[in-house]
């Protein structure tokens, strides 16, 4: 690569670079993260039980699950950049941590989950 060339960013570097700011930005709330990339153009970040989130690099999107005292359906949200995130998503982990894992089992969205719906796996 030249010096006057300005490296070239894929859309895996995009995501990744992404999920990776929002793990530091949250670190700031004291809530930890994992970074997952299992596409190509797509990075996961995992928050917590059943708060799992989605970048393309562009966008963060995540689901939280229903609350029964506020609403009976999953509630799908988003963000256009990190701090915004950062913020609802730290809003949304200390909602959770005071509901039952096992509401947050049955309905909230998992890393496992998504991996399962989205590999081919043969049957045994």
Same mark, same amino acid.
């Given at each position: ?17 992404? &999920?990776? $700011?929002l =793990?530091i *930005?949250?670190? %700031? ?10 596409? #190509? ?7 917590y ?6 970048t ?7 689901i ?5 005292a ?8 988003? &963000?256009? $950049?990190? =701090?915004? *995130?950062?913020? %609802? ?10 509901? #039952? ?24």
């Amino acid at each position: 690569m030249f010096a006057d060339q300005a490296p070239c960013i894929t859309p895996v570097h995009r995501a990744e670079i992404a &999920a990776q $700011d929002l =793990a530091i *930005a949250l670190a %700031r709330y004291n809530i930890p993260a994992d970074v997952h990339v299992l596409w #190509p153009d797509q990075a996961q970040v995992s928050v917590y039980f059943g708060l799992l989130v989605h970048t393309s690099g562009y966008r963060y999107w995540w689901i939280v699950a229903p609350s029964s005292a506020e609403r009976r359906k999953p509630l799908w949200t988003y &963000a256009d $950049d990190t =701090a915004t *995130a950062a913020r %609802r998503l730290a809003e949304h982990y200390r909602e959770l941590r005071t509901r #039952p894992v096992e509401e947050l089992l049955l309905y909230g969205q998992l890393l496992a989950d998504v991996i399962l719906e989205n590999v081919d796996v043969a049957p045994v």
